[in-house]
Structure formats: C-alpha cells, structure tokens
C-alpha cells in the first residue's frame, strides 16, 4: 500500500501550478478605476482595439463567445438592467394575460435592420420560428419547451402564444442568444453568410472577418434606439471596433500593457493585483446559471455507483485548489447545479460535500473498491479504479482552470481514485468531442443564464423520443425534471425559488454535480477608453457606450 502524501506536499504543488499558469505562454463589479474627475471629452472618431480569448465557429449562435460578438449587432426585444430588471430595448412594453399562457410585446416605431427591412411585429415572429426551427439551439432549449406559435397583430404588436405558464420568459429573452436578425437575410442569404455577417438592427455591423486574427466590427451612424439601460443614445461612440482574438493569455495582457490593444478579456488571477495598482479599470462579473462543475457520468463506469460519486466529492479540497489558484479574484462554489450570482440558490446543496478523504475511503470500501495497488490506485474485480476526465482547454477552460482541474486531480489520487487529465483543443470542442456516454466518466463546464430556469436545459431527460445532449450527467429522472418543470410554471415567486432549491438539493444528494469554482467575465480596461461596461445578461462587453479620450 502506498504511504499518503502529506497535504502540505499538494498546497505547495497547488501554489506552483498557479505559478505555472501564470507564466506559461498557451454579478458585475468595477473593481479599480484609472483615474477621478470629470469624464474627457469623447473622441468622435476612432477604431476601438480590443483582444478577445478565442474566436467562436459564427459571430451568431448559442455559444456565449458568439453571444459577446453578437449582442454588438443583434438587439433583442428586452435588455437586463444592473438591478437585474427587464427593461425596455426594440419592445417598449410587454405583459403577460391573466391564465400565463400569452405574451404581448409592443414595438417601437422606427428601427431598421442594416439591410434596411423595418423591425415590425412579422420579423419578430420569423425570429420566433427560426429559434423553434433549431437556428438557435441555446434559444430553442430555452423557449421550446413553452412557446406554441407568434403571431403578428399589427406592424408593432406580437402575441406569444404559451402551452403552459413561464413567468420568466421576458427575463429570459435579454440573452444575447435571442438576438434579432433580419427575416430577409435569414431567407435569402446562405448559411455561412449569416454566420460570418449576420445582418441586425445594432449599433455596428461586420465588415471583415480574417479567420484566426479579427473581426472588424464599424458604427451604424442611424442607430438611435440603444435599450434603455445604455448610457447614450443614438449612434456609438466609436467608428469601429476592432475585436481581436489572442489566445495566449500572457500576449494579451501584454498588448494591453504596451499600448497595442485597449481592453482585453479573461484577466488571468495572478495578474490582477498587479494590473489594479497599475491603474487598469477592471471589471469582474460573475455569471449567474451553471457554474464550472464537475458532471458525472451516470450511465456507465465507477460513477454509476452513488458511493463511487460521493467519495469523489469528498476526496477533493476543492475550495483550497480555488484559493491557491483564484488570488481571491476567481470564487470557490460549492453548489454544481447554479452558480451563488443565480436566484434561488441553494446554501444548502453548496455545503453538501465538506472535503473529508477519511469518509471517501469508507465510501469506496463499502462500493468494493477496497484492494489498493502499491501504486495507490484502488482494485475492484482487477480492474483499476480509472478515471477519464477530459476538458476543453482554452475554450471551456481557460489556463487557470486548468490548473484548479490538475489540483483536484492530486487530491483524488490521495483516496485511490487513478485520474487521466485529457486536455483538447478548441477545434475538437467546436466539433462536439468527448460528449457521449462512452467519451468520459467525469466532465466540467459552465452554462450561463439569469436564472434557475437553466436546470431544465441541464437536467431534462436525455430520452430516444426527447433527446438532451445538455444531460451531462445522462441522469433521467422524472421526478426530478418534473420538480423543475413546476418552478419554471411557478407564478408565485416564493413557490418558485423553493421548488428550484429542492431541485437543486437533490442533485445534491445524490452526487450528480458538483461546484468548483463560479465563471467569471473578466475585463481591463487601459487609459485611454472610458464607458466600456459589461452586458448583465451574460457579463459579455458593450461597446455602444465607449469611447476613446486622449
């Protein structure tokens, strides 16, 4: 039997990872501020430098990259203000009939897509149907389940017509994935055209797109109708945008120190003490939805057995590995169902799982994995107790991710369990690898949303007749999806939050997911930019209210 190693042996590894991460090359908060006093002067032309951590397959999908591209060309019917209210955007008003089962919304006169079609009522039904259709996957999961048809009533009036109750469905539009494009583009133009330059009514359009370096992003100077949340109105601030993709976390904190670009995303944790006293603005939004988590597999392997799954949890320390690796920028979560920035989260099912190796190694005696190699690894039946955990590095998972998953791989191998980290490329996650039943015992990921409503995307049956590749645990439980399908039809809000938590608890208890750490959007911001904020949807950035000053 292998002698344990000390804890102290893994913090210490833990504190070199987050090194190594650092300095290897591949709810919304302003937390430092570049300077006091009167806002300068606007510059009224200029190009926007911006450096972005990866480069999505479209501009337009139901990826959250493709909904940061997106939202700056797209408008939707409703925005999300920082107090988390719907608020007006192309629909001035919107109401819901007294048996929840029709939406209203009202259009604003005025506003044309870049192609010069009006945005009336029948583009809004076209866009309805092409969500339905599956042109959106993220926006059909989310509406599909619930809307029955659209219908125009006049040039300004829409009726949703509902199967049954969904209090949240406004709320739920201000997702950049319910974007409007232009029904004439959707029908005349070709798939890759509208995934290179959808056609919106935003503020910029897309104008080139050189794959792997940038995306040219210039101002509509007939923009006037921003959501009402904006800080301006009328057309952006700057001429033009340009959104470039660098994945190497170093060069792009790098550019941004040098000058060379702007603003960047994803702020890699040990940099950012240093880039605050430097007097960068930085910004850090904790999204709300499904946090990074750990999902097992169900359906086949160790994590079939329940114990096997709960004494995973237990062997893992998962809040040191955030701390060590995080600086205090990137929060430890506990809760693998949502995320502590979602309403209706449970406490409860966050503290589930305290990290206790002792109670993981009764665990896995009591299962029958109770003969332990000289290697440390755990023997049932001669086969080793293997565990295959792929992850999407620099998509999913960005490099201090990968850090946080190489930490939790020690403490797992502390109790028995053999753990082969399997990272992949982006192009292989575009590509939908390691996403079935045979591909992984465990897995972690995010799914952003502004609710609870996202355990049903997550926790639906994947069934022959209803299919949910989101089912990333491959757990079909009645029970429990008809526990969601009742919060989400909850029109009594308390009702509502307390069926999501029971839901939530029960995912808990039975080891399906578990939280590591919450997802962050991160930005810095140089000198020379000011009104750059965060969307607060999906914490993505706005660029109609920036502008660059001298």
Same mark, same amino acid.
């Given at each position: ?28 908060? @302003? ?36 909904? =940061? ?6 408008? $939707? ?62 926006? %059909?999961?989310?509406?599909?389940? =619930? ?5 125009? @009533? ?133 999204? &709300? ?117 190489? $930490?939790? %791989? ?14 992949? &490329? ?13 591909? =992984?015992?465990?897995?972690?990921? =995010? ?8 355990? @049903? ?35 009594? &809000? ?20 578990? $939280?590591?750490?919450?997802? @962050? ?16 949807? %999906? $914490? ?11």
């Amino acid at each position: 039997m292998r002698t344990p190693r000390p804890s102290a042996r893994i913090g210490a590894g833990l504190a070199m990872m987050a090194v190594l991460a650092g300095c290897s090359a591949p709810g919304t908060e @302003l937390v430092a501020s570049s300077g006091a006093g009167p806002d300068p002067a606007p510059v009224a032309e200029g190009t926007l430098v911006y450096g972005h951590q990866q480069e999505p397959p479209c501009v337009y999908g139901g990826w959250i990259e493709q909904g =940061y591209l997106s939202h700056q060309v797209l408008d $939707g019917l409703v925005s999300l203000d920082e107090d988390g209210h719907v608020v007006p955007w192309l629909a001035t008003d919107w109401h819901e009939s007294a048996d929840h089962l029709t939406w209203t919304f009202t259009l604003q006169e005025g506003p044309t897509f870049s192609d010069g079609t009006p945005v009336d009522a029948q583009a809004i039904v076209d866009n309805i149907d092409y969500w339905l259709a599956g042109g959106n996957g993220t926006a %059909q999961v989310w509406i599909g389940p =619930y809307v029955d048809s659209a219908r125009a @009533l006049d040039a300004t009036t829409v009726e949703v017509a509902l199967s049954q109750p969904y209090p949240r469905f406004a709320e739920n539009l201000t997702q950049p994935y319910f974007g409007l494009q232009s029904p004439a583009a959707l029908a005349e133009r070709t798939a890759e055209e509208n995934c290179r330059q959808p056609i919106g009514s935003g503020p910029f359009t897309v104008t080139e797109w050189n794959r792997g370096q940038n995306i040219v992003l210039d101002r509509r100077d007939d923009y006037d109708w921003a959501p009402a949340n904006a800080a301006v109105q009328g057309p952006a601030r700057v001429a033009r945008v340009d959104w470039r993709f660098i994945t190497d976390p170093t060069a792009r904190t790098a550019a941004l120190r040098s000058g060379e670009v702007h603003a960047i995303y994803d702020i890699q944790a040990f940099e950012w003490s240093a880039l605050e006293s430097e007097g960068y603005e930085l910004h850090r939004y904790i999204t &709300p939805g499904r946090p990074q988590q750990l999902s097992f597999n169900t359906g086949r392997g160790p994590f079939a057995d329940e114990r096997v799954r709960q004494a995973f949890a237990y062997s893992l320390d998962r809040e040191s590995v955030v701390e060590a690796v995080g600086r205090g920028v990137i929060p430890y979560e506990g809760n693998g169902p949502v995320s502590r920035s979602t309403p209706a989260y449970s406490e409860e099912a966050a503290a589930r799982y305290s990290y206790d190796p002792e109670r993981a190694r009764e665990l896995l005696d009591a299962a029958g994995w109770s003969e332990v190699g000289e290697d440390g690894v755990r023997v049932k039946d001669g086969e080793r107790l293997h565990i295959d955990f792929p992850y999407a590095i620099n998509s999913t998972i960005n490099q201090d991710g990968a850090a946080i998953i190489q $930490g939790l %791989q020690q403490y797992a191998e502390e109790v028995g369990f053999e753990v082969e980290l399997i990272p992949y &490329p982006p192009s292989a996650a575009a590509a939908g690898a390691y996403s079935g039943p045979e591909d =992984y015992d465990v897995s972690i990921g =995010y799914w952003t949303s502004v609710n609870a409503g996202i355990l @049903l995307v997550n926790w639906r049956q994947n069934l022959p007749e209803s299919p949910n590749p989101s089912n990333a645990a491959f757990y079909n439980d009645p029970a429990l999806e008809a526990t969601i399908r009742e919060a989400n039809s909850a029109v009594d &809000p308390d009702e509502q939050d307390a069926l999501y938590r029971q839901a939530q608890e029960h995912i808990a208890d039975h080891a399906l997911s578990i $939280g590591v750490y919450d997802r @962050l959007s991160t930005l810095a911001v140089g000198p020379h930019v000011d009104g750059l904020r965060q969307e607060n949807s %999906q $914490g993505g950035p706005v660029f109609h209210d920036a502008h660059l000053v001298d």
